[in-house]
């Protein structure tokens, strides 16, 4: 797939994924939720030695200021359903890839753009970033995820609120209430994001991948996450990389893990 939308660089198994429309402040259209799908739905899964993905938006005034608000205006119900699900289906493929994602918000995260956020593994902030769910001010609610992520994040009593009164959020207040893991200078969100998956990327990478599945489904309808953990625990103790962790350990040296 051509992108017309994502700006894709892959430097030392980092892919940096720019969303590019910044007329429209990097609002999320049809085409550009197309591409979001194809690339972590196929396209990353083909990049050699990837160690993780930053997130951001092009220019200085904005992560993702939203669902492409044009685009929608008119949607009936039955439209509105089936947009919100295929949405919710997207964020879940980046909720969900098995390597480290992390949203570098340089600006503005609304509506559709803080759901995206929430739904990156960890967030950095700028400075100058806000982030609210202003939906209600349209006449509509979240529909890719908003109302159940916050909560996840900051907790029921300030998620009502942000969710009721469509208020922003700073960035000092968002790293006070959990919604993000660090607050940088404007203009050092990615390279932020980059130190941090750097960081992962000395763990043993099927480790990491069960961190994100195990955490994952303590939110998942269903499922036992304690079980998952068992599982996965199992999994990790059949692989190349523990007996290299465990044996480094031992010989008081750094793990040098494959990724077997
Ligand atoms: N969609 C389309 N265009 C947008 C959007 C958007 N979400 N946000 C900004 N733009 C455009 C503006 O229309 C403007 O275009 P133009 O220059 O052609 O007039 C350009 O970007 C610059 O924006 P502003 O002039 O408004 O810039 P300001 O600095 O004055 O304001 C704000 C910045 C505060 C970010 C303001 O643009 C704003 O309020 N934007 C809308 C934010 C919003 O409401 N976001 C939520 C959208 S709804 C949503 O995301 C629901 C997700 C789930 C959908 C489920 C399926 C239906």
Redesign the pocket.
Same mark, same amino acid.
């Given at each position: 797939m051509v992108y017309e939308n994502l700006q894709i660089t892959h430097d030392n198994g980092i892919a940096l994924v720019t969303i590019s429309r910044e007329? !429209? /402040?990097n609002?999320l259209n049809t085409q550009t939720m197309l591409e979001l799908r194809h690339f972590f739905g196929e396209a990353a899964f083909e990049l050699e030695d990837l160690k993780g993905i930053v997130l951001t938006g092009a220019g200085e005034k904005?992560f993702v200021? =939203? !669902?492409?608000?044009?685009e929608?205006s008119s949607?009936s119900a039955p439209e &509105?359903m089936q947009?919100?699900k295929r =949405?919710q289906d997207i964020f879940f493929l980046v909720e969900r890839f098995p390597k480290p994602v992390v949203a570098a918000v340089n600006g503005?995260a /609304? &509506? =559709?753009g803080c759901?995206l956020a929430m739904a990156c593994h960890l967030r950095v902030a700028g400075e100058k970033a806000k982030f609210g769910q202003?939906?209600v001010? /349209?006449g /509509?609610i979240? &529909?890719?995820g908003g109302t159940q992520r916050l909560i996840q994040y900051i907790g029921k009593t300030k998620a009502i609120e942000l969710l009721m009164t469509a208020d922003m959020l700073g960035a000092a207040e968002a790293l006070q209430l959990g919604l993000v893991n660090y607050v940088v200078p404007a203009g050092e969100e990615v390279s932020k994001a980059t130190e941090l998956i750097e960081k992962i990327a000395a763990k043993a990478p099927f480790a990491i991948s069960k961190i994100i599945e195990t955490v994952n489904a303590y939110y998942e309808e269903g499922v036992d996450g304690f079980w998952k953990e068992v599982d996965a625990f199992g999994e990790c103790c059949g692989t190349d990389d523990f007996r290299e962790g465990a044996t480094a350990f031992v010989e008081k040296r750094k793990a040098n893990f494959q990724g077997k």
């Open positions: 007329k !429209a /402040l609002a904005a200021a =939203g !669902a492409d608000i044009t929608f949607l &509105g947009m919100a =949405g503005f /609304l &509506g =559709g759901e202003p939906e001010n /349209l /509509l979240p &529909g890719y």
